[in-house]
């Protein structure tokens, strides 16, 4: 699979991680037009879910100034594609989007499968399909909420539910004390597909030999050494971010036909008990694994 990583992680960030621009008198399928077409965090915010609002109205001014930026940085699809070297475009049939290079060079397709609603809850199932790879398919599922008149996105994924309701998605943009050691979980997964989508990128490659291949500045092309999947924020080597130290090491990366990738992260807090309370791992497989002892985690250690 090449290209359906790449879909993957186009579905994620415009439905899971909350690109919303609900329309208030649409359908849940008229919504996909603000969506695709939101620039601005301003746009976006609003149609989060009510409790998640609160979250943020909960910091203080300076932390939300913070939030807001990295959310900026995370959620605004046209950024997420740009960095990809990919779009995404409506056809003609009002159901179906296409993810296409900058060429014009259509790579899959994302379509709406079906949708329901029932009182004030919504949900969508739509299937993301790679060209490049025989037509192989992914569903995902989203689920909404009317609240105040507005669409809202309360959760999604492929059928393993994302609750954007809950503190460990809150933590995602924000990583306080009391959810830093979640934040570092989630911070490995979007390492894990932001990963896998740099293999499919750039299938010649395979996986990166450092963490930084991942980062790079808008202003420049994106490269194999400067793939702007990720923020200039996520530079480091290693990589010290909220509090916690992480570890990447290339095994294998994977370029070679029939020889799949391998590699690890760890992530340990800087001070023990302090800016963390767990210590983490994970590897090609995306399960993020821990432990409560002040030590490097393993492939030994319980999943979470």
Not at 136 to 149: K, P, V
Not at 171 to 178: A, I, M, V, Y
Not at 202 to 209: E, H, V
Request: net charge negative; proline share 5%.
């Amino acid at each position: 699979m090449r290209l359906i990583h790449r879909l993957s992680l186009t579905v994620t960030f415009v439905f899971c991680a909350c690109m919303a621009g609900w329309s208030q008198a649409g359908t849940p399928e008229a919504a996909l037009e603000e969506i695709a077409t939101a620039t601005k965090i301003e746009d976006v915010e609003k149609h989060f879910p009510a409790k998640f609002l609160q979250m943020i109205d909960d910091l203080s001014s300076k932390e939300r100034a913070e939030l807001r930026q990295e959310m900026g940085q995370e959620i605004l699809i046209s950024q997420h594609l740009k960095r990809s070297g990919l779009l995404l475009r409506k056809t003609s049939d009002g159901h179906t989007w296409e993810v296409a290079q900058n060429d014009g060079e259509v790579k899959g397709t994302i379509a709406i499968k079906n949708s329901f609603i029932s009182g004030v809850d919504a949900f969508v199932l739509l299937q993301a399909t790679d060209h490049e790879s025989h037509d192989q398919s992914m569903t995902f599922a989203i689920s909404m909420r009317l609240e105040d008149g507005e669409w809202r996105i309360i959760g999604g994924g492929n059928f393993r539910e994302l609750d954007l309701e809950s503190e460990e998605f809150f933590s995602r943009f924000h990583h306080g004390p009391k959810n830093a050691d979640v934040g570092a979980a989630a911070l490995l997964r979007t390492l894990n597909t932001s990963l896998m989508a740099y293999s499919s990128t750039y299938p010649a490659i395979g996986f990166p030999a450092r963490l930084n291949a991942l980062v790079g500045e808008e202003s420049t092309e994106p490269s194999s050494d400067h793939a702007q999947i990720l923020p200039p924020g996520f530079a480091g080597d290693p990589l010290i971010k909220d509090g916690f130290e992480f570890h990447y090491t290339l095994v294998e990366p994977g370029n070679i036909e029939g020889k799949p990738g391998k590699y690890r992260i760890t992530a340990r807090p800087v001070e023990f008990g302090k800016t963390g309370t767990m210590s983490f791992f994970t590897d090609e497989s995306a399960v993020v694994r821990s432990t409560t002892e002040n030590r490097e985690a393993s492939e030994n250690d319980p999943p979470m």
